[in-house]
């Protein structure tokens, strides 16, 4: 199995999820870390590029002095993507150097700053035919596939109730005006975009959920705050969904729900069945029935699919988590960049990972809960893109 | 202790919401029963309370008949109380037969048909001096006690955010056309009134968030809904809050939750600690904290407050629920009355008993409910009354 | 339905166990307190009796008054059967002079101090030809019932492993050097018999064992420990187990595991599947496989067998707890009484109580546990009896 | 931070804990693969070898070849340590081959195929003076070494009751009889040694209650059963156990308790709290107490540890599993050996990994709990080495 070379933008030293990337990407061993540009600060880039145990010449600081130089390179020593780990506000303007100097690109999320510029990406993606792919972490998870395979199998029946939701209390307080980087630049409206509370877990929810039940939401009423004092930035927010088979929701995401840790959830009700997957215990998905027991599914469980399984590396019981979910997506997107380069399809576990339409509509998804939040209008319906 | 005397309305034989308070009002040693209207079909009537070992002088067929002949015995004969337990229709009529005959009144919930009705029903109240109470079940929780006492005692800050759920699923499927009575009269508006799911269950997840919140709902947008082919009333509904110390929270309640049970459940988060407290499992309450370890609170435990220890019954780790809840409201309006009786102002754990403003503010959160989900205007003020 | 008259021995005021019986035999209707010795001092009975409405006549203070004059009270008046709630010492000779009165006997257990004295009360109920019944309370939950059905059905297959424990931590200080009466006579020889931990709650859990399994224990190896300086007797003990059919377990019990309650719990492994039941959430039944899902059974729920449908008084998700448990006992037992007065034999639900020879059962248990902590021989045989 | 190079022996196609080790070893960067013995058989190895990435002139199929070729290579080149994957009775001579050879070994457990054999690596390693690490993984996960830690800080007083289980259920059939390879050594003395179920998990339970108790098992009494006919060695064993200071406890492991997957759980009990660790949720330790509230504490909150924190890669409430404690037992021994080459002593992340003293322990478990299953002497001292 060909290893596909990556580089980097953004995770310089203390940035917490540079590391979670790179763990993701090298869990598998078949993705290798071979340049990055670690931080606009030179010296700072060049020590974090130590630290990986990178030649010093693979190591930028500038992020198209990087794509330009690895374009250079020979095709078998040059990265095949960039994974983009920065603030929100670079996502675009990397991808977009990226792509243009012909790499693929696996971008954190939300995917830009706006829902324009996810529209102009969409275009040089396509534009330029190159692979796209978005760290969606959490339908990386192996329940979380076989959620969505047990829906699309119509083993729930016809869904009509959608609850997702993700408290986090980390913000409960004014973090933003201590030493905490990460509080900063999230509220930081010209870092993060319109949105703290959405664009950052609220986003992750509505994706969750359209990937489970492979519906769409159609329209959305909501109300977002900023409860800490001084915020330009919401740090919760609630919606009620309404979905495009008729299917209604809740959509919840806080920042200001005190003691809750990274605690989403996904419940979804069909005629004939129910189920439930929460982050908090994730090798469990409970499936709930009208007339006979409620069902325990546990990862690894030889009753599971074969697209499940395939997302799994230990025996069961030996609990699976956050690090294995992420990367479960590279390990999806390096199997396109290894099709691509083999000139075949990609397989059903390859083509499993988030894209560019997953990406626009995220963004929109965001935009779309500010505008209904500041309206006194009840529905907004989602715009087609 | 005097025992307090008790006549019941409705709940003849087959009636599940009859037994359910019988035992309740029997579990303490008390209240006793006796007499009662159990159903307008005379036959049925006498059958139930042979049952029930009650004389056959004082089992009736006409409530109003029962509040007559009663009203003509002995002081010390006739009954203190009226507990009513029929369809929705009927609490109106039974409570006002009952107050102008001079017996204090427990209804079952909701309080009336409509929000005209409850206002009525007040002026009864106000007017004749009597005793009214309501029970809302699971205010009857020791636990959920001891969350309403900790957010008062200032433990949690300023409560900001409020989350309560009442997911059932016995009517994901159209059960009223079968032989299953309960549903037919809760989907009938006749019956029932102008809803069947907040009418239900939405109520108790209102009047749950606002007894341990101390907060008050002042506006909130909906959307209700009936899944289920052919149904009058919701089975479902969700709904954005917004509280009058400018909390916010989502309320949600369905009863097309496939494989749900009674899985009531509320979570309270202030700027200090969050709460958690669920009906799966009554005797637990979780606290939540930002910077120290969740803590898991259990009945009868030492360190509760002396009203949560005094509405339980067993040691800890020995389990009490739905029945022992449903037993304290008893036992508060039982308290009451027996205050009543003895010209002294009742004990705190007397006092804790949902009353008529709580039936008034029940009713009108119904019909705001249902009105606000047929509204296009998103946001619809809570009125005063 | 006949309404059964019941006498009480012991539970007069303060006394734990009295209250929790009291409620249990009331709390359906069908059986009546109607006379009591509840302490020896006669003025604590008399107060103790007047708080529980009983007329002075019918409250004593000697136990064997008791029985004479009740028995020469019209049958119609006197009591059916008594109830025994002393401490340990009282219960044979209790039970002896009720039966010799011509009364049934429902006693709390252990049933006796020593296992001569329970083989002298199974001559003296063989011989009477009277009931007896023993409140093996964990017995009374509907999830044990079901537990018991499932292994009679084959559904696990063959037993092989047997896991039973309950853990407390209230000893796990000096209490009965306090004001703690349960502590103090629980821990002393002359009140409790040979044994605290193992008569007090080891018992129960053998007891739970073998109901559940169908199964007897067959020989044991055990390791009694009194931990708390000063204690005569056992404060915790571990054994091994073998069963008759080839099975093996283990049995815990203890009262110095700090922080626990009443955390009883039974595991039982055949070579088909598993199963879980715990008092700290009663209402759920696990069920585990080796190739499909764990499934989780509730209370109430259609797929439950009739027997187990009928100990139930709450719709699914309504818990139900210790006190219904225990009222199931009396359920039980006070269906037998009737049958005999009616001259038929018990249903299935009556015949489902516990009785001598699970007394004797129980007595053989807790002086080999104790024979067998005291000896350094490794396997100790189950006497037959 | 300098990159250790590693070598393993064993782990080729197919088998599941080569990957394991390799994902774990990998996981943080610190470690790097640079050659193996994957198999006896070459092509195989070849094979594993480029499936790896490794250069062919560094996959070798004899692993003696392998330590002498890889001596031969510049100090800068040649691999660090030798990671043993390979079935037990490969353990000692391979990890003699390579101590002998000058390098360091982490093996996987246990240790050797009989005390015997530990007892001679004892010999080598303290003769050579080179590094031993042995792969006891439960001890790697952050909330055990929290566990550990609260107890050496006294917070839960003198320790006195122990409760330490391992149930799997995947032997709960003859399995060995197909094709599961895993079964089919497992259950052969050839390979196994004298035990199955104790080698395999009842070694880890003992290591996880001695490493969290900071206690050592001084003896016991076991009851080690072969469930299924036609098997040599056991697949399910429970013993009492006794520790130096007093406290006693029980020590179940079982393969044969159907549908339970790898549920390794350790209670402990002392005069001021309890604890409670399972693996099934791993992110979480119980901390109980007789007077206050149950406390749940969660991996990387702010109360813990350094060293806990230390051993966490990602925010709270995104899990961690067990690759991430595995990576943990790496990391670990990867530190001691990177202090060895810096010539300082390893820091306290480094120096806390299962080491030879262990390994001997281990073994002298393994016989010691067969003795004691064999023989009718009820207790069995755990011999000093």
Known sequence: M??????????????????IHRIAASLDGQIKLVCGAFSSDAEKSRRSGAGLHLPPGRVYSDYREMMQAEARLPAGERMHFVAIVTPNHLHFPVAEAALRAGFHVLSDKPA??????????????NSTGLLYGLTYTYTGYPMVKEARLRIAAGQLGNVRKVVVEYPQGWLARAEEDGDNKQ?????????????????????????????????????????????????KLDDDGSMLLRFDNGAKG?????????????????????????????????????????????????TAAPYLSALT????????????????AFANIYVAFAGQVRAREDGVAPDDRSA???GIEDAVRGMAFIELAVAASDSEQKWHSFPGY
Request: hydrophobic letters at 40%; aromatic letters at 6%; charged letters at 20%.
């Open 250 to 298: 809740v959509l919840m995401a806080s920042q200001i729900s005190t003691g809750e840790e990274n605690a989403i959830r996904l419940r979804v009700y069909g005629d004939k069945g129910g189920l439930d997957w929460q982050q908090h215990e994730p090798n469990t998905l409970w499936l709930r029935w009208s007339d006979r027991p409620t069902e325990m599914l546990r």
């Open 352 to 354: 499993d990972c988030p």
């Open 112 to 125: 830009t700053l706006s829902l324009q510029e996810a529209l102009r990406l969409r275009e040089i993606v």
């Open 183 to 231: 509080a900063a630049w999230r509220l930081d409206p010209a870092q993060a975009g319109i949105s703290c509370c959405m664009g950052d877990i609220g986003v992750h929810a509505a994706n969750l959920a359209e990937y489970v039940t492979g519906l769409k939401i159609s329209s959305l009423c909501a109300d977002l705050t900023a409860f800490v004092p001084g915020r």
């Open 2 to 19: 060909t290893e596909i070379r990556m580089g980097m933008v953004g995770g310089g030293e203390g940035a917490f999820i540079g590391a």
């Open 309 to 324: 399984l395939s997302n799994t590396r230990t025996p069961g019981g030996h609990p699976e988590g956050y690090l294995e």
